[in-house]
């Protein structure tokens, strides 16, 4: 008996993302607004009875078909040996969102595979769901809000998570140099005198409403990747001079975003920077509202 399940994987932007300190075991604490977007991988499941377990990938990017640590796979690992499943797992991953740039896109992956598994598992009640919770944070600091993608406040290490209601859907173009940024290595570089702490309240009441302007898009890891990466600071400024309302990078880069003001700007906009950084993947895409639903199927 064959269980197949298919999903998608969303990205997300840090709308700000402000560190307020350091933990003793060296992990930094932030204060983010993570906003869900309409960009997406595709996800397809199979999963076979099987006398031992194993996993497979099959993705459109080779290398990561072939690595043996991706984050989709690591995810059907650990969830069979959480609720001691043994099966034969077939993930077939079709990458949309560009890989190594602060858009969450393994994250999500791994989420997902882990909210389709529970779903085959028939897996539902609030045991379950700490016990996914879990897993997802030893997967990696944005892989537990991808369970359940909404508008939200994140804060500790990313497993605070608070969901925002009434942001409104907001038009975005995504620029994305030709290269990956290590997360791990930006924050090694991070000074503490570049840490912001905690966002005001009057730019959060802003954010609800829908209201962006510059000075909410705070991240103080964007100095530092910059430094590395001047072509961040080059993608910035085409969006800024393309109409974005405000643009910033987005987690540890090197994506960074332009908020719009309609779909037809935004789409206008990505024409443009796309001849004018023909090096770069550009994308106009759209924050999600919290109400749109991806649910596996």
């Known amino acids: 008996m064959v269980t197949e399940l298919s ?3 969303c990205a997300k932007i840090n709308l700000f993302l402000r560190i307020t300190g350091r933990r003793g075991d060296g992990y930094h604490e932030l204060d983010s607004v993570f906003l869900p977007l309409s ?9 076979r009875a099987a006398d031992e377990s194993s996993v497979s990938l099959n993705c459109n990017l080779p290398e990561l078909a072939r690595s ?10 650990s969830f069979m040996s959480e609720f001691d499943l043994v099966a034969d797992v077939s993930i077939n991953l079709e990458k949309h969102i560009p890989v190594g740039a602060g858009l969450g896109g393994g994250s999500s992956d791994a989420a997902t595979v882990l909210c389709m598994m529970a779903a085959a598992a028939q897996l539902t009640d609030d045991d379950a769901a700490g016990r996914l919770r879990r897993i997802a944070l030893t997967l990696g600091a944005d892989v537990p809000f991808f369970l359940d993608p909404q508008p939200s406040r994140v804060t500790g290490i990313g ?7 009434g942001v409104p859907s907001m038009p975005i173009v995504i620029a994305v140099p030709p290269f990956e940024v290590s997360t791990a290595a930006i924050f090694r570089a991070l000074d503490p005198a570049g840490w912001s702490g905690e966002a005001p309240d009057e730019h959060l009441e802003a954010i609800m409403r829908g209201e962006i302007s510059p000075e909410f898009l705070v991240n103080d890891l964007a100095a530092v990747a ?3 990466f001047p072509e961040i600071r080059r993608l910035k400024g085409l969006l800024e001079d393309s109409g974005a309302r405000a643009a910033h990078m987005s987690g540890s880069g090197g994506a960074v975003f332009g908020v ?5 700007e935004a789409e206008t906009a990505a024409t443009k920077i796309r001849k004018r950084a023909p090096f770069a993947t550009v994308i106009a895409t759209s924050t999600l509202d919290g109400e749109s639903d991806d649910e596996v199927a």
Do not use: M, P, W, Y
């Not at 960009?39 to 999963?47: G, Q, S, T, V």
């Open 7 to 9: 999903g998608r994987a």
């Open 39 to 47: 960009l997406a991988d595709e996800i397809r499941l199979e999963i």
């Open 68 to 77: 043996k640590d991706n984050l989709a796979t690591r995810a059907a690992r």
């Open 159 to 165: 497993e605070r998570i608070v969901a925002i209601e």
């Open 226 to 228: 910059i430094a590395q």
């Open 260 to 264: 719009f003001d309609s779909t037809e």
